[in-house]
């Protein structure tokens, strides 16, 4: 039997080692306008301040923008060797190691790395981070290693004890009945194409991977035509990015979720996808062989996989819809061009839009939003992207004012719900599992905050041909008020 779930041998080690969970505590001071780290003495009380099991910004309340931050702990070393230490921020950090300064990463900028070494002897020693935030993204990632220790997180027993929390799903029937009697109720007695969306899951760093099966059991009980995983499994997420064992366990375990749904998967990379296991798995050819074929002998000649490439479609049977899953990063994704698509992938969904019978309901569907509601902020994209954007609208939009019958386009990756009807065309991003900056959300898009131990966050998709009508329904967070409808 395959085993279920594994660390790597060191860091097993170390956390059978202790009883007991090393404590953190943070302070938190709001409103910090500057630039730079201040002053931390001269900052007076913190705004909120607490007790943590890891040196991350993970279950920080509150933390927006323009915000620092005070941890404090003790690292405890069994026996002297030297300590490397990796601190990458955004924005800037500072630690202490026995009150002496190793690491300046300071100033306002996007993720850098900054490495530092220490002989430490055995025993406790002090350990202290200064982190602040000034707008937009912001991440605190820590590692340490020695000759003797693997890579690995201040906490790495946090891992286990996640585990065990999100194994308990007794919140996962109701909030799946409760979604399923308000969609019974608005299909009445009429034909829908059903379809629950995966989105943004993350699962690298943590075990949400359950929610995949979470969501086969909504599936069965919506009587779903298929399933769809709009990528972010979340394998350029550590530890995956450094153990390529690990990144092996979360595909395996993702696997054998999907593989809880007795029906046809459909999946589309995302960015977060791309990059694991030291590159391992940095190829379209393994993303494609691993999460489109397995449903390919199942579906026959309704599954449309296009080899070496993670393109497809697929024609529900009976129920005269096709739909079109595109690859948000294409070949740009090897040449550092990230929620790219390409001139030959923009070919080939042209050629399946002109092969589509024009009473046929298309609902074409993508990692990456190609409106410009899909960005993460205000500010303009990349010109590449751009332009292979629009390009990508003018194919949809073109088609449908050909007489073709589009539904629409549906995204993930912003983590927030949004739409807009943009040259006739539906545009509608579903929310997922991937937290986000309030700050950061655009004017008009809805984020609904949730703890992915307690709750799920699904969107059921419904598509309702006789009337022309689409909703989506929310399984979980935020619940009634964020189910939506558009017409087509």
């Not at 026995?98 to 100033?107: H, R, S």
């Not at 990230?338 to 050629?351: M, T, V």
């Not at 809805?446 to 307690?454: G, L, S």
Request: hydrophobic fraction near 35%.
């Amino acid at each position: 039997m395959k085993p279920r779930s594994f660390l790597p041998i060191a860091a097993l080690a170390i956390l059978c080692s202790c009883t007991k969970a090393p404590e953190v505590n943070y302070k938190v001071w709001y409103d910090w306008p500057e630039r730079n780290l201040p002053d931390f003495a001269t900052l007076g009380e913190p705004d909120i301040q607490g007790v943590k099991k890891n040196i991350d910004l993970v279950d920080i309340d509150d933390t927006k923008n323009h915000f620092c931050v005070l941890l404090e702990t003790e690292l405890k070393v069994q026996k002297e060797e030297e300590y490397s230490f990796t601190l990458t921020t955004d924005d800037g950090s500072k630690l202490y190691i026995d009150g002496e300064l190793l690491i300046v990463n300071d100033g306002a900028h996007g993720p850098i790395q900054k490495k530092a070494s220490k002989v430490l002897s055995k025993g406790k020693h002090p350990l202290k981070i200064e982190f602040f935030d000034y707008d937009k993204g912001q991440s605190l990632v820590f590692r340490y290693s020695t000759p003797t220790i693997k890579d690995r997180e201040f906490n790495d027993k946090v891992l286990f004890e996640e585990d065990k929390l999100s194994g308990k799903d007794h919140f996962v029937k109701p909030q799946v009945t409760e979604t399923y009697g308000r969609f019974k109720e608005w299909k009445g007695d009429d034909e829908a194409v059903v379809f629950p969306i995966l989105t943004d899951v993350h699962t690298a760093g943590r075990f949400t991977y359950r929610h995949v099966g979470y969501a086969a059991r909504a599936a069965e009980m919506f009587g779903a035509d298929f399933m769809v995983n709009l990528g972010d499994i979340g394998l350029n997420a550590y530890p995956a990015t450094v153990d390529k064992r690990y990144a092996r366990f979360v595909l395996d375990n993702t696997l054998d979720q999907m593989k809880k749904y007795d029906g046809i998967w459909l999946y589309s990379p995302g960015n977060h996808d791309w990059d694991a296991g030291e590159g391992e798995f940095l190829t379209e050819e393994f993303l494609t062989d691993f999460f489109q074929k397995p449903w390919k002998k199942k579906a026959g000649d309704n599954l449309h996989l296009t080899p070496g490439k993670v393109l497809c479609y697929y024609d529900v049977p009976g129920k005269n819809t096709r739909i079109i899953l595109l690859n948000t990063c294409g070949t740009g994704t090897q040449e550092g061009k990230y929620y790219y698509y390409d001139d030959p992938q923009l070919e080939w969904l042209q050629g399946v839009l002109d092969s589509t019978p024009k009473d046929m309901n298309v609902v074409v569907m993508s990692h990456y939003m190609p409106h410009p509601m899909g960005r993460w902020t205000t500010s303009p994209g990349a010109d590449y992207t751009i332009v292979q954007n629009e390009k990508l609208m003018g194919i949809l939009s073109a088609f449908k004012q050909s007489g073709g019958t589009l539904v629409g386009m549906i995204t993930g990756d912003t983590h927030t719900n949004d739409y807009v009807l943009y040259n006739d065309v539906n545009y509608y991003i579903s929310q997922g599992y991937g937290w986000i900056v309030p700050d950061l959300m655009l004017p008009g898009a809805r984020h609904a905050f949730f703890d992915y131990k307690q709750m799920m966050c699904v969107d059921v998709i419904a598509v309702k041909p006789s009337t022309r009508e689409v909703r989506s329904f929310r399984i979980g967070a935020g619940g009634a008020d964020f189910d939506f409808g558009f017409s087509y």
